[in-house]
C-alpha cells in the first residue's frame, strides 16, 4: 500500500522549495558574519548550492519513485540503511523544530512580549500537523498561495521603503577578505539553501520526474535572487547597524514612513514569516512522519503526525538558552553540522550506489506501480 | 500545570488510539504511542522544572573543538 496518494506538479514544486528556502531567512538572515557584502555572499552561496544539489537531484534521478529511506535500504543494506535513514530523519525532526523555535522566538520577542512562546510553538504545530494529514497535494496547494503573497508583500514594502534608501551604506562594495566571503557563501548554502535537501522524501510525489532537477535549481536561483534583494534592502535602509540588529527585516521596515500615514508596517514581515515558517514546519514534519511510517513499515504516516508536532513543538523550547546560542549555532555550527547530512550522506550514497550498480530497476518503484 | 499537561496528552491519546484498535492497525498503534510517550515525558520534566541540556547548543559543544581548530 502506497503512503502518499498525492501527486505535485513540478511547478507546485519551485513553489514548495521556496517556501523552505526563505523560512528562516526572515529572522535569522544569512548576512550574520558577513556584513554589508551579504548580498554577494548570497549570490556565491546559490552557485555552491546548485552545485552541491546537483548531487541529490543525481540521486533523486538514479533511483526515480524512491524516497530516501528506499534508496538508504537499497544501497547500504536492511541495517545500515535504517541507521543511516535514521539519522537523516532525526535531522528533518531537528531542523524542523529549529524552524519552529525560530518563528515562536521571533513573534514572543517582537509582537507578542507577555504570552509565553510555548504557546506559540504548540499553536503553530497543531495547525501544521492538521495540513500534513491531509498529505503532500494541501502542502502544496498552500504554498502556491501564500508564496505569491510574500513576494507581492515584500515587493510593496520594497517600493515603500525607496524613499529611506541610502545606497552609500553599500559602499564599499567588495571590501572584506577572500576568507569571509567563502565562510558567508558556505553558510547561506549550508543554512538555508540546502536544506531543500528534505525534498528527497517528496520527489517521487512530483508527477513529471523529469522536471524535478530544473524546479530544485530554478527555486534555488529565485530564492537566492531573493534573499540578496533582502539583504540590499535592509543595508540600504538601516546601514552598518543592520549587523547588530536581532531582526533586521523587522527594524528595516520599522522605518518606512510614508506620509504620515504608512507607519510601523513590520507586521508584514511577520506575516511574511508566519506564512513560509508554516511551509518549513509542515514540509520538515511531513517528510518526518512519512520517512518514519516507511522506515517501521507501517500502513499509513497520520497516526504519527499528531505525537511528532507535539515532540517538535516540545523539542523546539529547549534548543537554546539564550538568543546568542541561537546565533553561534546558526552563524558557526551549521557551516559544519548541516552539511553532514546535506552533502556527505548524499554524496557517499551516490558513491556506493555507483559502485555497487545499484539504481532503481522500476519494478518496485512507487511510480511504477501506479502504472500497473 | 502538570495536570493540564497529562489531560492535554489524554485528549491526544483519546483521539488517536480507538481508531487504531478498531482498524487492528498494532504497529502504527506501537509506534505512535512510543512518539507520545516520549512527549509526555518531555512534557512533565518540562512542567516540572527540571533541567534538561538544550539541544542544539550540546551539538554546538560537540563541534566546538573542530570549530576551533578551523579557525571559524
Same mark, same amino acid.
Given at each position: 500500500m502506497?503512503?502518499?496518494?498525492?501527486?505535485?506538479?513540478?511547478s507546485?514544486l519551485v513553489?514548495?522549495?521556496?517556501g523552505? @528556502?526563505?523560512s528562516?531567512?526572515?529572522v535569522?538572515?544569512p548576512?550574520?558574519?558577513?556584513?554589508r557584502?551579504?548580498?554577494?555572499?548570497n549570490?556565491i552561496g546559490?552557485?555552491?548550492?546548485?552545485?552541491?544539489?546537483?548531487?541529490?537531484?543525481?540521486?533523486a534521478?538514479?533511483f526515480?519513485?524512491?524516497t530516501?529511506? %528506499?534508496?538508504?535500504?537499497?544501497?547500504?543494506g536492511?541495517?545500515?540503511?535504517k541507521?543511516?535513514?535514521?539519522a537523516?530523519?532525526?535531522?528533518?525532526?531537528h @531542523?524542523?523544530? =529549529?524552524?519552529? %523555535? %525560530?518563528?515562536?522566538?521571533?513573534?514572543?520577542?517582537?509582537?507578542?512580549p507577555?504570552?509565553p512562546?510555548?504557546?506559540?510553538?504548540?499553536?503553530?504545530?497543531?495547525?501544521?500537523?492538521?495540513t500534513?494529514?491531509?498529505?503532500?497535494?494541501?502542502?502544496?496547494?498552500c504554498?502556491? @498561495?501564500?508564496?505569491?503573497m510574500?513576494?507581492?508583500?515584500t515587493?510593496?514594502a520594497?517600493? =515603500?521603503a525607496?524613499?529611506?534608501?541610502?545606497?552609500a551604506?553599500l559602499?564599499?562594495?567588495? %571590501?572584506?577578505p577572500?576568507?569571509e566571503?567563502?565562510?558567508?557563501?558556505h553558510?547561506a548554502?549550508a543554512?538555508?539553501?540546502?536544506?531543500?535537501?528534505?525534498?528527497?522524501?517528496?520527489?517521487p510525489?512530483?508527477?513529471?520526474?523529469?522536471?524535478v532537477?530544473?524546479?530544485?535549481?530554478?527555486?534555488?536561483?529565485?530564492?537566492g535572487v531573493?534573499?540578496s534583494?533582502?539583504?540590499?534592502?535592509n543595508?540600504?535602509?538601516?546601514?552598518?547597524?543592520?549587523?547588530?540588529?536581532?531582526?533586521p527585516?523587522?527594524?528595516?521596515?520599522?522605518?518606512?514612513e510614508?506620509g504620515?500615514?504608512?507607519?510601523?508596517?513590520?507586521a508584514?514581515?511577520?506575516?511574511?514569516?508566519l506564512s513560509?515558517a508554516?511551509?518549513?514546519?509542515c514540509?520538515?514534519?511531513?517528510?518526518?512522519?512519512l520517512?518514519?511510517?516507511?522506515?517501521?513499515?507501517l500502513?499509513?504516516?497520520r497516526?504519527?503526525v499528531?505525537?511528532?508536532?507535539v515532540?517538535?513543538?516540545?523539542v523546539?523550547?529547549?534548543?537554546f538558552?539564550?538568543y546568542?546560542?541561537?546565533?553561534?549555532?546558526?552563524?558557526?555550527?551549521?557551516?559544519?553540522?548541516?552539511?553532514?547530512f546535506e552533502?556527505i550522506?548524499?554524496g557517499l550514497?551516490l =558513491?556506493?550506489?555507483?559502485?555497487?550498480?545499484?539504481r532503481?530497476?522500476?519494478?518496485d518503484a512507487?511510480?511504477?506501480?501506479?502504472?500497473s | 500545570?502538570?495536570?493540564?499537561?497529562i489531560l492535554?496528552?489524554?485528549?491526544?491519546?483519546m483521539?488517536?488510539?480507538?481508531? *487504531?484498535?478498531?482498524?487492528?492497525?498494532?504497529?502504527e498503534?506501537?509506534?505512535?504511542?512510543i512518539l507520545?510517550?516520549?512527549?509526555?515525558? *518531555?512534557a512533565?520534566?518540562?512542567s *516540572?522544572?527540571?533541567?534538561?541540556?538544550?539541544?542544539s547548543?550540546s551539538?554546538?559543544?560537540?563541534?566546538?573543538? *573542530?570549530?576551533?581548530a578551523?579557525?571559524?
Amino acid at each position: 500500500m502506497r503512503l502518499e496518494q498525492g501527486k505535485i506538479s513540478s511547478s507546485q514544486l519551485v513553489f514548495i522549495v521556496l517556501g523552505v @528556502i526563505l523560512s528562516s531567512v526572515q529572522v535569522i538572515p544569512p548576512s550574520g558574519r558577513v556584513g554589508r557584502i551579504a548580498w554577494l555572499t548570497n549570490l556565491i552561496g546559490v552557485i555552491e548550492a546548485c552545485g552541491f544539489a546537483l548531487i541529490f537531484i543525481a540521486l533523486a534521478k538514479r533511483f526515480q519513485g524512491d524516497t530516501f529511506v %528506499d534508496i538508504a535500504s537499497k544501497v547500504w543494506g536492511t541495517y545500515l540503511g535504517k541507521a543511516v535513514s535514521g539519522a537523516y530523519l532525526l535531522f528533518l525532526f531537528h @531542523i524542523g523544530s =529549529l524552524v519552529i %523555535d %525560530d518563528f515562536a522566538t521571533f513573534l514572543n520577542t517582537v509582537f507578542m512580549p507577555e504570552t509565553p512562546s510555548v504557546v506559540l510553538a504548540l499553536g503553530m504545530a497543531a495547525v501544521a500537523a492538521y495540513t500534513v494529514r491531509h498529505g503532500i497535494e494541501v502542502i502544496a496547494r498552500c504554498s502556491q @498561495i501564500l508564496v505569491p503573497m510574500l513576494v507581492v508583500n515584500t515587493a510593496l514594502a520594497f517600493l =515603500l521603503a525607496l524613499p529611506q534608501f541610502e545606497l552609500a551604506n553599500l559602499q564599499p562594495l567588495f %571590501d572584506a577578505p577572500l576568507s569571509e566571503l567563502a565562510l558567508g557563501a558556505h553558510r547561506a548554502t549550508a543554512f538555508p539553501y540546502l536544506e531543500s535537501l528534505a525534498f528527497l522524501m517528496v520527489f517521487p510525489f512530483v508527477s513529471r520526474q523529469k522536471q524535478v532537477g530544473k524546479s530544485v535549481i530554478g527555486s534555488l536561483i529565485i530564492g537566492g535572487v531573493f534573499l540578496s534583494f533582502l539583504s540590499v534592502r535592509n543595508y540600504a535602509i538601516s546601514g552598518i547597524v543592520n549587523t547588530i540588529n536581532v531582526y533586521p527585516s523587522v527594524m528595516a521596515i520599522a522605518l518606512i514612513e510614508v506620509g504620515e500615514i504608512v507607519t510601523r508596517i513590520e507586521a508584514l514581515v511577520a506575516l511574511n514569516m508566519l506564512s513560509v515558517a508554516f511551509l518549513a514546519i509542515c514540509v520538515f514534519m511531513y517528510t518526518n512522519v512519512l520517512g518514519t511510517a516507511q522506515l517501521l513499515e507501517l500502513n499509513s504516516y497520520r497516526p504519527l503526525v499528531i505525537p511528532t508536532a507535539v515532540l517538535m513543538a516540545l523539542v523546539s523550547t529547549i534548543h537554546f538558552e539564550n538568543y546568542i546560542e541561537a546565533f553561534v549555532f546558526a552563524n558557526q555550527t551549521s557551516l559544519l553540522y548541516h552539511p553532514i547530512f546535506e552533502i556527505i550522506v548524499p554524496g557517499l550514497t551516490l =558513491l556506493v550506489a555507483a559502485a555497487r550498480g545499484k539504481r532503481n530497476t522500476g519494478r518496485d518503484a512507487l511510480v511504477s506501480k501506479e502504472e500497473s | 500545570m502538570l495536570f493540564l499537561t497529562i489531560l492535554a496528552f489524554a485528549l491526544i491519546g483519546m483521539f488517536e488510539i480507538p481508531p *487504531l484498535v478498531h482498524r487492528k492497525q498494532w504497529r502504527e498503534l506501537i509506534a505512535s504511542s512510543i512518539l507520545l510517550l516520549i512527549g509526555l515525558i *518531555l512534557a512533565i520534566l518540562l512542567s *516540572l522544572g527540571v533541567p534538561i541540556p538544550p539541544v542544539s547548543t550540546s551539538i554546538t559543544k560537540l563541534f566546538t573543538p *573542530l570549530l576551533d581548530a578551523l579557525n571559524i
